[in-house]
């Protein structure tokens, strides 16, 4: 269904004297929501054209087809009852940092990779700058979430690139089956006019409403952990749709690998409640994710707590 509540935020205005508004906006999102969707954000309407045009040529070049053939070879396209172990989507990925791999993904042209890139430059400086307007709603030094992200080798980031072709039927094939994101802050530049992202609240689905230029921003399962749960990964999924291939390029700003994940110690003391979230290297929770993706994230938490013991205690200075 539609909200019209969606919380849009324009980021230019914290320039101005709608500065504290606008900072409580961005709070009430990532308290009620884990979702908000920023315009104004800085990046060059023109360039983020440029961005989706190249991303459809690539897709009806090199990936349209190889789609339709594994459809076909797996008998998707006529099926009668729901498909829970697949999703109705086309995609690769690129990893930005700690290293690059753009120039080593096959089928990119030179212009493509070279976009994708500066792009990626792009995103980085909004997430870093988006994490410091979250340790200032949640009280947190400036810089501690981009210290906490850190590791040995600095963050993790990586772009998924998604188109969801048109579904014969919808209804028995999810786009992207139901799930949190595992990392920490998630940029998303998605199609304005095919639709398909929904989020939970408050029990039900509710539309990501596509907008031209804005970028989609939610909060992955990281932020939940270091925010001692003030925050929340929310669920969401894509609905795949009957006409129109959806475009959606979803760029993940994480942890290192070896960065060690654990409650803020200042948000854990000051609201003086029992220390609910774990304390783990984000590596193995990436390596519980990929197994379980797609169940409640609930027992992952809970599996790093039974593991607690062996990374010693946390800290509650
Ligand atoms: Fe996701």
Request: glycine fraction near 6%; proline fraction near 6%; charge should be negative.
């Amino acid at each position: 269904m539609e909200n019209l509540n969606f919380p849009v935020i324009s980021l230019d205005k914290l320039n101005g004297d709608e500065r504290k508004a606008t900072m409580d906006k961005i709070k009430d999102a990532c308290e009620n929501w884990g979702f908000f969707e920023l315009v104004n954000h800085g990046i060059p309407h023109d360039f983020m054209d440029t961005v989706e045009r190249l991303t459809k040529e690539h897709y009806r070049k090199c990936m349209e087809e190889r789609f339709k053939e594994l459809v076909a070879s797996k008998g998707l396209d006529a099926v009668q009852t729901e498909v829970k172990d697949m999703d109705w989507e086309s995609t690769f990925h690129l990893r930005h940092l700690p290293v690059s791999n753009i120039s080593e993904i096959p089928d990119l042209t030179d212009e493509y990779r070279k976009v994708m890139k500066e792009f990626a430059v792009m995103l980085e400086k909004l997430a870093e700058e988006l994490l410091d307007l979250l340790c200032e709603n949640l009280g947190l030094e400036k810089g501690y979430l981009k210290k906490a992200f850190y590791g040995s080798r600095g963050p993790t980031f990586g772009t998924k690139v998604a188109n969801y072709p048109p579904c014969p039927k919808p209804e028995l094939v999810k786009g992207l089956r139901p799930h949190t994101d595992a990392g920490g802050i998630i940029l998303l530049f998605q199609d304005d006019k095919v639709s398909g992202l929904q989020l939970l609240k408050d029990g039900e689905w509710i539309d990501v409403p596509p907008m031209r230029h804005s970028i989609v921003v939610n909060l992955g399962d990281q932020l939940e952990v270091i925010t001692n749960g003030k925050y929340k990964s929310v669920e969401h999924r894509v609905i795949a749709q009957n006409d129109g291939t959806r475009m959606s390029i979803a760029s993940f700003f994480n942890p290192g690998s070896d960065a060690v994940i654990y409650p803020a110690p200042t948000l854990v003391e000051k609201e003086k409640n029992v220390e609910e979230y774990p304390k783990f290297v984000f590596e193995d929770y990436m390596n519980l994710y990929a197994r379980l993706k797609f169940d409640a994230k609930e027992p992952r938490f809970e599996a790093f707590k039974a593991s607690n013991v062996n990374l010693g205690p946390i800290a509650t200075a």
